[in-house]
């Protein structure tokens, strides 16, 4: 014949199993958001932040400047608005002229 369970081991056994489903859910909401990060990422790339069309990458002076094709928005990446900052006036006025609609 066999035992029942005590209990205190079925208590056991129902939070084994809830903590083993709530650990199983949580790796799916991570999995879940890491896609969707991966997915903003892929969609968003290269895009103007302003009107969403294509950004036009342009090598000038040895700064990468995006361009937009859409509004012509100029975006900068981390570290070049400093390395714009450290052209001399002309050099400057120049890079300025070179942007203008």
């Known amino acids: 014949m066999p035992v029942k369970p005590s209990e205190s081991e079925e208590k056991y056994y129902a939070r084994k ?11 799916k909401q991570i999995k879940i958001e890491i896609e969707e990060k991966q997915r903003l990422k892929e969609l968003h790339f290269m895009r103007c932040p302003k009107c969403g ?3 036009i990458e342009i090598n000038y ?3 990468e400047v995006d361009k937009c094709s859409g509004c012509e928005g100029i975006w900068l990446d981390a570290g070049e ?3 714009v900052a450290k052209l001399n006036q002309s050099v400057l006025n120049k890079w300025f002229d070179t942007f203008k609609k």
Do not use: G, N, P
């Not at 083993?20 to 859910?25: G, T």
């Open 17 to 27: 199993e809830f903590e083993e489903k709530k650990k199983r859910e949580e790796i």
């Open 81 to 83: 608005m400093e390395a």
């Open 61 to 63: 002076k040895d700064i």
């Open 53 to 55: 069309m294509k950004l």
